[in-house]
């Protein structure tokens, strides 16, 4: 008999025996405590699938009405869990990282990515602690400044070869082709089509696999997930390895020695208090942290960036406004630069509202590291904890009429504490802000001063990472000149 045909056959019934021999009277499903209203689901797989088709912003909408605005209990990807919700469930995990949570997140996302040496290791320790800061340091905006002149070259380029000679384009396809090289390019120097066409083979394999159904059996996409990660490892290893040498050779010794280089550079002098260097695995680790970020995060909210501008044409004519004024500004064929991007005031507002309505990171997860209250309930040490930013973007307590694509919301200071929160917060914000930020809104810049947009399909599916069907195809009206 086929395997997958058994595999179908026996799961059900499985799952049927289970159920019924591990029904038992539970206490509001926890050890007698006060824990937070909500169901555990069904055994073994508790709420996974409803929450897999239902999509996360309904899932858990559904459960702040049914049990309670501010914190329920489920059970996702085999752990019992507290999804925090609002703007103070935010606060309390965004402050008290290390203190009452640490970072946390499912097996099935840490098998694609990491060496099996980290797939189960401690969540946080020093040297994690160390990478973390050092990730910060490097992408902070003083650093990132110097690339801005890389970034437009880039997009020029990209804009020229892939965009300028087509009627219609698949934006998110051709967007995570650019985000991706720009990535390379950064991190790690890598610039050779070859080389890149090889990473971007094994990492979308990764990508296209590592939110499917966590099957590790041969043909499907979290096998092919698995093995994507093992072959994307083996090329970043070999690439870090090979540029610690020469930097030994080349006697860098300090973080100005490396000014102007890229991050994989200034990652391999980064110390411990100790003095010790980070090893290749640790600094693979962020690496591939850093280029899942870009593939999909980035190039999704740029997608749909360029979705909103085809929509509506008012969003659009003030966009383009703001950045033919910073294009006349320049001499012909001059670069942008820091002082360009600060200019550039009306389209960060339009990025924000894009990340208000289609956050692309749905959020996060921590592991509760000791007992503590939260809304009148207690959260027990052990459990897994997950926060969305959708609880609080699409609530109209804190933006009114919130299905309204309106970027004058971000004007001035209105925004209250932990209801925007497209990055996170706390020590967990996401690093690469600001390093998404600059990406984006050169890149508008070098569409918007080209091209007007229109939209041909209106149609669209959404995954973990929201990510527009067929990366939204938008038929390009060049500029007269």
């Known amino acids: 008999m086929n395997p997958y045909i058994l595999v179908l056959l026996i799961l059900p019934i499985s799952l049927f025996f289970v159920f019924f021999i591990s029904r038992k009277p539970e206490k509001n499903g926890c050890s007698n405590v006060?824990?937070?209203?909500?169901?555990?689901g069904w055994p073994l797989v508790g709420e996974s699938i409803r929450y897999a088709l239902l999509g996360p912003q309904k899932f858990i909408d559904e459960r702040m009405e049914k049990y309670s605005p501010n914190v329920f209990k489920t059970n996702l990807f085999g752990e019992k869990m507290a999804v925090f919700c609002g703007p103070e469930g935010n606060k309390?995990?965004?402050?008290?990282?290390?203190?009452l949570v640490?970072?946390?997140?499912?097996?099935?996302?840490?098998?694609?990515?990491?060496?099996?040496?980290?797939?189960?290791?401690?969540?946080?320790?020093?040297?994690t602690a160390v990478m973390l800061s050092s990730v910060h340091t490097i992408l902070k905006i003083e650093v990132l400044k110097e690339y801005i002149?890389?970034?437009?070259?880039?997009?020029?380029?990209?804009?020229?070869?892939?965009?300028?000679?087509?009627?219609?384009?698949?934006?998110?396809?051709?967007?995570?082709?650019?985000?991706?090289?720009?990535?390379?390019?950064?991190?790690?120097?890598?610039?050779?089509?070859?080389?890149?066409t090889k990473l971007a083979k094994h990492f979308a394999s990764v990508a296209n696999g590592i939110y499917s159904v966590p099957l590790d059996l041969p043909g499907t996409a979290y096998n092919g997930a698995?093995?994507?990660?093992?072959?994307?490892?083996?090329?970043?290893?070999?690439?870090?390895?090979?540029?610690?040498?020469?930097?030994l050779l080349e006697n860098y010794s300090n973080e100005k020695s490396v000014t102007g280089q890229d991050f994989l550079s200034r990652l391999l002098?980064?110390?411990?208090?100790?003095?010790?260097?980070?090893?290749?695995k640790e600094i693979c680790n962020n690496i591939i942290g850093l280029l899942l970020a870009s593939f999909e995060t980035t190039s999704a909210a740029a997608t749909f960036v360029l979705k909103y501008l085809a929509e509506l044409p008012h969003i659009y004519n003030e966009v383009y406004k703001e950045q033919m004024e910073i294009a006349n500004s320049k001499k012909e064929k001059e670069l942008l630069n820091w002082e360009d991007v600060l200019k550039m005031k009306y389209s960060w507002n339009v990025l924000c509202e894009v990340l208000r309505l289609h956050p692309t990171g749905n959020g996060a997860f921590r592991e509760v590291i000791t007992d503590f209250n939260f809304a009148g309930f207690t959260i027990q040490k052990g459990m897994k904890t997950h926060w969305t930013a959708y609880t609080t973007h699409m609530n109209p307590e804190y933006f009114p009429d919130p299905e309204k694509f309106d970027p004058s919301r971000f004007e001035g200071n209105r925004i209250a504490p932990y209801t925007y929160v497209p990055f996170g917060g706390g020590r967990r914000m996401c690093p690469g802000k600001e390093y998404g930020r600059l990406e984006i809104l050169?890149?508008?810049?070098?569409?918007?001063?080209?091209?007007?947009?229109?939209?041909?399909?209106p149609k669209k599916i959404l995954y973990v990472y929201p990510s527009p069907m067929k990366g939204v195809l938008l038929r390009?009206?060049?500029h007269k000149k």
């Open 34 to 40: 006060n824990c937070p209203p909500g169901s555990r």
């Open 92 to 99: 309390i995990l965004f402050t008290n990282e290390n203190k």
């Open 102 to 127: 640490r970072s946390w997140w499912p097996l099935f996302v840490r098998r694609p990515l990491y060496d099996p040496e980290f797939v189960e290791a401690a969540p946080v320790d020093e040297t």
């Open 149 to 196: 002149r890389t970034m437009d070259s880039m997009a020029r380029e990209h804009v020229e070869s892939d965009w300028a000679s087509k009627e219609v384009v698949s934006a998110l396809l051709l967007l995570r082709k650019y985000t991706f090289n720009l990535s390379c390019r950064l991190f790690m120097n890598v610039v050779s089509d070859e080389h890149v």
């Open 226 to 247: 698995i093995k994507g990660g093992i072959l994307l490892r083996k090329e970043l290893m070999k690439i870090i390895t090979e540029r610690r040498d020469a930097m």
């Open 269 to 280: 002098l980064v110390t411990d208090k100790n003095g010790n260097f980070m090893r290749p």
């Open 442 to 457: 050169v890149f508008m810049h070098n569409i918007v001063t080209n091209f007007r947009l229109e939209k041909v399909s």
């Open 476 to 478: 390009l009206i060049p």
